[in-house]
């Protein structure tokens, strides 16, 4: 192998493959990145089994080959080169890389051995904006379970009917909804894509309208954008009936900035995780919310002006719970829907369902 190309763009194909190398494997050779050149392209591969990610560009290639390097080394490399363009060639055993001035030598494995990159059928396609998609993931994704006991909330629910696509998370304590209109082919079956490996797309592709293809089969995702590939192996089981848990009416609703109950919500939480239920407690009054919470070490106290419809009322929650949505929200103003001290606060856009979150209270013997 013998190519030149520019170091810039190879560094950050580099950085997008080596999100699915693991930092330590038991198969040495999936802690490398496979290169192969030929034909004036560049194609560089990473994978641990369950994510395969497959990134090209363009180069000069003098003389085509593949070789495995160290992901790790490579990319730290990358990094610390000046020069702009980046001469790769093989020794013997050894990748030579030369940059400007500098030179390093790196042993390489054979590319025979690397697993080959998933193949999908590139039918039932549903196309979006890569900004929608991030943002669909980036607002779902804090809600998926961490814990191992029901391995399919450890994912995303990927839903696509007529023409909208719908991811859906939920870990027990609160449920994420979030929706956006698509074009593409015939709508493809339900599944459930791991947590971690939507994380990494997100990471990947722009927050632009770079347009994403999403792919869809019985055992894997593919997302494609502009030289990249993604694909994941999806989960199996049955995900919860999630639509039975959704409450139907509402006796208290609230319309408040979404930006002064951020506010409120992180300042009164300095205090509230101080105590292992991180409780902020919020009164609903007339066209006040009053939001306190108190520790060993102090109390807080805020009011935010709302609009209100329906019945007065006091709820608790996990601070952090309310915080991770609205991190995630941009509206200027959001709805909360109520029933109980004890039921689900819903919480959604004023107009539109592109959004919907269900957060579960906290039972305390001082609210009612």
Known sequence: MRIHCDKTELQKCVNDVVKAVPVKSPVYYLEGIKIQAKD?????????????????????????????????????????????????????????????????????????QYPAFPEYIRENMKLLLARQFVSMVN???????????????????????????????????????????????????????PAKSMREVAHIIPDDDTPVYVYASEKMVAVVCDNVEIVTRV??????????????????????????????LERASILARQSKTNLVNLRI????????????????????????????LSI????????????EVEDEEIVMDFNTSISPCVIHPIKGESYFYLVLPVKTNTVS
């Open 40 to 112: 004036n392209v560049l194609t560089l591969y990473g994978s641990d089994g369950t994510l395969s990610i497959k990134c090209t560009m363009q180069a000069d290639v003098a003389e085509p080959g593949e070789v495995v390097l160290t992901a790790r080394i490579l990319s730290e490399l990358l990094a610390k080169f000046d020069a702009e363009e980046i001469a790769l060639y093989t020794e013997g055993n050894n990748a030579v890389i030369e940059c400007g001035s500098s030179r390093a030598t790196l042993c390489f494995v054979s590319a025979e």
């Open 139 to 193: 607002q779902t994704v804090f809600a998926t379970s961490v814990s191992e006991d029901k391995p399919i909330l450890t994912g995303i629910l990927l839903e696509c009917e007529d023409s909208r696509m719908r991811m859906v998370a939920l870990d027990g304590y609160r449920l994420a909804i979030r929706e956006e209109m698509l074009t593409g082919d015939s709508a493809f079956r339900d599944v459930v894509v």
């Open 235 to 264: 989960l199996q089981g049955d995900y919860v009936k999630y639509r039975n848990i959704l409450p139907t009416e509402h006796a208290t609703r609230v319309i408040v900035s979404r930006q002064a109950l951020h506010g409120s």
């Open 285 to 312: 009054e007339k066209d006040l919310m009053t939001i306190t919470s108190d520790s060993e070490v102090g109390k807080v106290r805020e009011e935010i002006g709302i609009r209100l419809t329906g019945k007065n």
């Open 316 to 327: 608790a929650f996990n601070a952090r719970y309310l915080l991770d949505v609205l991190k």
